[in-house]
């Protein structure tokens, strides 16, 4: 992927908090104002991310990222548990608090580990994302698809332009 397709992003964003905060991430250039729309709706609904930082800050490590619930999107890396590119290194796809919706195997691998008291959907809890709510719909007002409707695996933390 190019450099000149990807776009640099800077949004308000609700922390656990309670306060505004400022995030960054990088998205492909194709995308870039659908996630800002999207972004936008999540911030008017005031849902809360715990951090938003490029995944440069973790040293390019999905594992690092995800265990620091940070919401991110472009990462030069392999799909999990393959060696396909992920639709993160096209800019096409963000993770949203990776704790609270964590990537659940079909073998009942959670990642990141401390996600796993939030493998259990029927809990409510701050920066959780259930089938229908605000963050499902705006992502879906934009055609994106989100991976906690997959069938087998579930990647609750996953919305990627192309449904992958």
Known sequence: MPIKDLRYLRMSFWGF???????EMVVNQSV????????????????PMRRMRLVDAYGGDDDRSMAADNTSAFNCRAVTGGTAWSQHAYGWAIDINPVQNPYV??????????????ANRSLTAKGMIHPG???????????????????GTRDYQHFSATGR
Do not use: I, M, Q
Request: hydrophobic share 45%.
């Open 17 to 23: 908090d309670g306060a505004v905060h400022t995030g």
């Open 32 to 47: 870039a104002s659908p996630v800002l729309k999207v972004f936008g709706k999540l911030f008017a609904a005031r849902f």
């Open 105 to 118: 195997s079909r073998g009942g691998t959670v990642l990141p580990p401390a996600g796993a008291p939030y």
């Open 133 to 151: 709510d605000v963050v499902v719909r705006a992502f879906s007002s934009v055609g994106w698809g989100w991976g906690g409707n997959w069938s």
